[in-house]
């Protein structure tokens, strides 16, 4: 059964700093992974996919790198904002059995302070 | 613009009254779901449905019926609701099940079973 593990829980950073967010998995038979983001009462606003043939993606500020054979993911978010304050939560993507069903690690709590 | 669109965004209702929850999404998606969500559980998937007329269980079907009469609609029907369905319901969908296809999710149903 697949297991995905976010790291750390919850990270509280000053404005303008680099920050990196883990995500790891158990099992490596995925097709994709892709990155959310939640905002309080808010639904989930993906943020970065990639595919399981992929090392990494980037849109804007954000970097996703993906390492399949060591069940490993990255979010790297550069210079950081107060807006980019919510929870990031990870999720694999896998066919066969599984059929298309994504598995979310639990998140993690970021917050930005001014 | 396209988007995954839930109602309602937020439902309180008594055990035992069926409910439905609509879900639509305008881009020609495939491949749709429900998950919950629920503290320190995180997201599960309920239902799927990888067309129209083909739906299946996921890890967390009990309590939920599904359908897919059109390839736009997948509403989550709670035909009996209990106290132990309350949680924050999201709709998904993607073009199909496979790596380049980017899951997109509605804003969320909040519901609430006395």
């Known amino acids: 059964k697949q297991e995905v593990t976010q790291i750390p829980a919850a990270l509280s950073v000053p404005e303008g700093e680099n920050l990196v967010l883990n995500c790891s998995f158990t099992?490596?038979?995925?097709?994709?992974l892709q990155w959310f983001r939640q905002d309080p009462g808010k639904g989930l606003t993906s943020l970065l996919l990639i595919q399981s043939s992929q090392r990494e993606q980037t849109s804007g500020r954000l970097n996703a790198s993906l390492d399949k054979s060591s069940g490993r993911s990255t979010l790297y978010i550069a210079a950081s904002q107060p807006g980019d304050s919510a929870t990031y939560l990870c999720a694999v993507g896998a066919g066969g059995t599984s059929y298309g069903k994504l598995t979310f690690g639990q998140g993690t709590i970021l917050t930005v302070h001014p | 613009e396209a988007q995954v669109t839930q109602n309602p965004r937020y439902l309180i209702t008594v055990t035992g009254k069926k409910l439905t929850v609509t879900c639509s999404q305008n881009?020609?998606?495939?491949?749709m779901s429900w998950y919950r969500q629920d503290p320190g559980l995180g997201l599960r998937q309920i239902y799927y449905?990888?067309?129209?007329?083909?739906?299946d269980k996921g890890d967390v079907p009990e309590g939920y019926k599904v359908s897919r009469k059109e390839k736009r609609n997948f509403p989550l029907i709670l035909e009996s609701p209990s106290p132990n369905q309350t949680s924050l319901y999201f709709c998904a969908s993607s073009l199909y099940q496979g790596p380049g296809s980017e899951a997109f999710f509605g804003q969320g149903t909040r519901l609430t079973v006395v």
């Open positions: 881009m020609n998606h495939e491949y």
């Open positions: 099992d490596s038979a995925i097709y994709n």
């Open positions: 449905s990888m067309n129209v007329e083909v739906t």
